[in-house]
């Protein structure tokens, strides 16, 4: 596999079998692999591509692996790189790295890049401004086809992409877009005006860059115009961009529903303690949390010590309900985030789940009956089967609800979801447990 | 908001207010709204929509609410918005029909369109084959830009993008491709085959969509040609294919972590019985899985009996464990969805978390001391925090490697994730802890 063969070559140190290596593979390979190693064997490599490749490669790594590249190389390959990026990607290199980097980074650069970056920078964290590119071919309204094709060649050069192209007014405003295509597969004299989609979507440079990714995502678009407090056009947002935000927006929302702090890098990177640091605060948290089923069960010892069997189900029913709970406020926030869902739809929902936590509470508790009964005696199963309908009910409800109540007043739903929900459904499903047992065993 | 405009209309029966509202949405928006309705309110309002917008309307919903849209439609109506359909769309609502409703919509097809859609359903299912468009525009080697043009204006009209060009020799077999970004941008007499990028990525019909969606991602390209065993160009794999792929493979990989079985349609659209249907497989079988803790407890009773403070920290203990292994299985999975982690990283990987969970076991045995210590007596204290060293750093190993092992014996490493791991490590994290009391407390 690809990364024996390389792991063997680093070892042997064999330079001529790594350069070989590294020149049959596409870009995006080589930045793949670059990524999954520790950043000094990362930059030994990097030296070792083809100064043509050098800048391909590059602008397919992570920024922090771009990081660790740069940190590594002379101040002339340093800033022939860092000038040579796309503004977009460099805006994205130094918002992530710190202060001394970034002022190398930008004292190396030519007067009209450093001013296109620090514009990008101007923009705040996670909007659309620091993930556009502001290299855009703007048309003015009033050209032909092949006249806006013309100003295609003149311009395009360094143009992010040329397949959407802002058409604009004498002061810049966005008046539509027009694509390539059509200009491409219109008659020559056709007017530019009658080619333009009306009602384009657009997004303020202001706006949250995961929802205009979304947006981008459910509309079909290749790239999307990106305008000013005054509707001037300031940039393009592309696809490329949208994908790879939505992508780290659903691996964020993939650790925050484990109880994970997001961890940026890339997994095989990271040390032992980075990895540690990004899962310990949840889970002190979440211990902490679970001295409430301690105290719930100190309350209900003197019915534990009468009835030792009720302890033999504990762990079946705490699962069960973070099972049911988990479920329902995995579903939610994944609806929540590919926009299914509503925080208006709370009721709607919570009553749907109390029906559904029912249900399925009814199925399992014709089998945790038969599992006491078989194990225990027969009203120690009923008292674990009612327990199972009301916990499950109860899951799905606490389940579902909580991620949308906690988008509601401004908190990330996948913050709020599994491990809390889990969490508090342990404690208050452990009360469930031992009321239904007083009344059903009498105790 | 646009849920509670339309409902209300909707309650008056107010046709007029409707079809306002329709038109003035946007195409995907209308969509959206559309799949959050009953089918039979959907049929309703697609039937209100401006004969020039029903195709576009029709082409941004799910294939579900596509299928239940014409349902609903007549004959003439049905197979107007059918063979206007791209081949590939149609392929994909067929996949997905009862038999009777493909019979109907292959009736009324024109003889092209019905041969395009017979090729691209003879595809397996889930192969980039079902999901390419076959409308492509390739170009003949040996044209200049110009002349490359001149194809794309004269048959560009039907593909389904031409920024992405197939370049074909004499049999089609694919040489490489070339955008048309580079051929406007060019100067008129220049070669294409100067033009192609070399090496370019590509896949088989009979590849896994997934992955060659993923590839699409890693690499940035809009499309990606696809070719079938003798290297001859069938089709493109478009971007706006690859991102719906990528969010439905991690819409299922995110419902089969929470031990649901994936449910294709809309959340809101969802009914009672067909949610309960996707969670309680699952949970049937957790909570039979979980007969295992009843099993272990009963084991140790006479040592819960003699000390039954012990039995105060099993929901803390279990719920612990089910934590630490839940966050490091998640992590896995993702990684190894993202193409981050493979599967002869299993052992690197598990020994790696051996120690992240020792590390955090370490932390997290402080407040179990802690804990212990102020609400029982120090001997049980001692019990936890040895228990939840030892718990944490399982419970990371096993989260960790049982994905990476599923996948390498051909399983989806979602279906082995952080469910059945949390039972696994439930039962045995309770065998540790009573191992370790009898040990401590000398019983």
């Known amino acids: 596999m690809a990364t024996d063969v390389l792991r063997e070559l680093l070892d042997r140190n064999d330079v001529a079998g790594m350069q070989r290596w590294l020149a049959e593979r596409q870009p995006y390979e080589v930045a793949d692999e670059l990524g999954r190693q520790d950043p000094i064997t990362a930059v030994l490599l990097f030296r070792l591509l083809d100064k043509d490749r050098a800048l391909t490669v590059f602008e397919e790594l992570d920024p922090v692996d771009q990081q660790h590249v740069l940190s590594g190389l002379r101040d002339q390959a340093f800033h022939d790189l860092v000038e040579a990026m796309d503004p977009d990607d460099r805006a994205r290199l130094l918002g992530e790295a710190p202060a001394k980097f970034a002022q190398r980074v930008l004292a190396g650069l030519s007067l009209r890049e450093r001013q296109m970056t620090a514009d990008l920078l101007g923009y705040p964290e996670g909007s659309v401004g620091r993930y556009m590119s502001p290299e855009v071919v703007p048309l003015r309204q009033g050209l032909t086809a092949s006249q806006a094709l013309g100003s295609v060649r003149a311009k395009g050069a360094d143009a992010e992409t040329v397949y959407t192209l802002p058409v604009v007014d004498d002061h810049r405003r966005l008046q539509g877009v027009v694509t390539l295509r059509r200009l491409v597969l219109s008659p020559p004299d056709r007017q530019v005006t009658e080619l ?156 749907r789940e109390c029906r559904v936590g029912l249900l399925l509470g009814a199925m399992l508790a ?78």
């Not at 290749?222 to 780290?248: F, H, K, M």
């Not at 010590?305 to 029913?317: G, S």
């Not at 996948?414 to 404690?427: C, F, K, Y």
């Open 196 to 351: 333009v989609t009306a009602d384009t979507p657009h997004a303020y440079a202001t706006d949250d860059a995961e929802s205009a990714a979304r947006l981008m995502q459910q509309a079909n678009l290749l790239a999307l115009p990106v305008v000013d407090s005054e509707n001037r056009v300031v940039g393009l947002l592309t696809i490329d961009d949208a994908v790879e935000l939505i992508e780290a927006a659903d691996t964020e929302d993939i650790a925050r529903q484990s109880a994970t702090t997001p961890w940026p890098g890339h997994y095989m990177a990271a040390s032992v303690t980075q990895l540690a640091r990004s899962r310990v605060v949840w889970l002190l948290l979440l211990i902490v949390a679970a001295t409430l089923t301690v105290n719930v069960l100190q309350i209900f010892e003197t019915t534990l010590a009468e009835v030792t069997a009720l302890a033999l189900f504990i762990p079946l029913l705490v699962g069960t309900g973070g099972n049911a709970g988990s479920q329902a406020a995995t579903a939610a926030v994944r609806a929540l985030a590919v926009g299914e869902v509503r925080t208006g739809d709370v009721l709607r929902v919570a009553w």
């Open 366 to 443: 014709v089998v945790g009956l038969l599992i006491g009964a078989l194990l225990v005696d027969f009203p120690v199963a009923v008292t674990v089967a009612l327990s199972v309908v009301v916990i499950c009910s109860w899951a799905a409800v606490v389940g579902a609800a909580m991620p949308l109540l906690a988008k509601r007043i401004g908190i990330d739903p996948a913050v709020v979801s599994a491990p809390l929900v889990t969490t508090l459904v342990d404690a208050t499903g452990l009360i469930i447990y031992f009321l239904i047992a007083r009344a059903v065993l009498g105790v």
